[in-house]
């Protein structure tokens, strides 16, 4: 009695150890791909903590800058300006050696024009009465023919379109003359010409200040044209630069993982290899079969074909319903349709059938029958035990 009891607590691990042959184990891992995350357009010298990465087939242009000489490494446009040598500018006007039979000259007005409207000047004079420029604002003013006056401007102006009038009153029937001279600082620029007016009555000197001949040639200046006269002299034709900055996209790349995955869903895909979980699949818990048309390995005309008749490299089978894992590692999970398992070598046909699904059945079978052989076995002792009895 105590074997056949021993025998029922067996029947189940047989059972379960039955299943555990038929159970594999796979490694399934994460898979990932690469997300960019795109932040700002900046200089491509910049280093941006936040975004890393930099796209060199994104990028947008600033404005181009000011012209200079100086050659950069920097998307540009070039010209060609040809360099000059000419006069400086003008800042004071002298005015001197005035002409007079009487020995002085009668000033009633002096102004300086550029490009036709009045420019404030600083007045000094020399051998002329006192207080000369507010009598000359008044009236008249008085200065010795061989006085001197100085126009010291509230700016530089150029020569072109730079014009002195002066007014003389009183000159008679004379040849009246003024010399003037164009100044900067003290760099003598044009002038130390003699103005000539025959006088009758008044006398009106206009000096135009780009008809004065030149003195000096000191300043530096570049054109876009050429231009060479008394008052430029070309010196060389240079190239200038304009730049303008690059701003290129600025990115980062992230992680998008997938689940525990067989194989990966694209070719875009990486492997985690830190990333894994091993799970129990039982290949006969479920319906197995071949389907058509899993891949181009099995033709439609061997879709009907048992399994022993397919090539090794044809065994390809697909879950349908829920597969179960087990483990104190693993959870159950479902599978999609569309999952393949291919098991490298395979030599013989896997045992499809129900086995697993009647094992339990099984038992419950198993023990009545054991019952009824113990009952069978007891009432056969009572038998012969009544027999022993009777024969006695």
Do not use: H
Request: glycine share 4%; aromatic share 14%.
């Amino acid at each position: 009695m105590k074997k056949i009891i021993l025998l029922l607590f067996l029947i189940p691990n047989i059972v379960y150890a039955y299943e555990d042959n038929n159970e594999n184990v796979e490694r399934r891992y994460k898979y990932y791909k690469l997300e960019n995350i795109y932040g700002p357009y900046e200089l491509e010298a910049y280093e941006n903590e936040e975004f890393p990465l930099i796209n060199y087939d994104d990028f947008v242009y600033g404005k181009y800058g000011d012209w200079t000489f100086e050659k950069e490494d920097k998307d540009f446009i070039e010209k060609v300006v040809y360099k000059y040598k000419t006069v400086s500018n003008t800042n004071k006007i002298i005015l001197t050696d005035f002409s007079s039979p009487d020995y002085y000259v009668d000033v009633k007005n002096i102004k300086v024009y550029y490009e036709g409207n009045e420019v404030p000047y600083k007045l000094s004079c020399n051998l002329c009465e006192k207080d000369f420029e507010n009598k000359m604002k008044n009236d008249k003013a008085r200065i010795q023919v061989n006085g001197r006056v100085v126009l010291e401007l509230d700016n530089e102006y150029p020569l072109e379109n730079l014009n002195t009038k002066v007014d003389i009153i009183n000159a008679g029937d004379w040849i009246t003359w003024i010399k003037a001279k164009y100044q900067n600082d003290d760099l003598p620029v044009a002038g130390n010409s003699q103005f000539l007016v025959r006088g009758i009555g008044d006398a009106s000197f206009n000096i135009i200040g780009d008809k004065l001949p030149i003195i000096n040639k000191d300043k530096i200046v570049y054109k876009d044209y050429k231009e060479e006269n008394d008052k430029f002299e070309l010196l060389a034709e240079e190239k200038m630069y304009k730049y303008r900055d690059v701003f290129y996209q600025k990115y980062k790349q992230e992680k998008v993982y997938t689940d525990y995955l067989s194989t990966p869903p694209g070719s875009e895909y990486i492997k985690d290899e830190n990333l894994y979980k091993d799970f129990i699949i039982n290949d006969y818990e479920n319906e197995l079969k071949i389907q058509n048309k899993i891949n181009d390995e099995v033709p439609a005309e061997d879709s009907n074909k048992l399994l022993e008749d397919v090539s090794d490299s044809e065994k390809i089978y697909i879950i349908e319903d829920e597969i179960k894992t087990k483990g104190s590692d693993f959870t159950n999970e479902n599978i999609q349709n569309d999952f393949k398992k291919t098991y490298g070598s395979i030599n013989q046909k896997p045992k499809i059938d129900n086995q697993n699904d009647y094992s339990y059945l099984l038992i419950f079978l198993l023990i009545p029958f054991l019952l009824f052989i113990k009952i069978i076995l007891v009432l056969s002792k009572l038998y012969k035990e009544k027999q022993k009895s009777v024969n006695l």
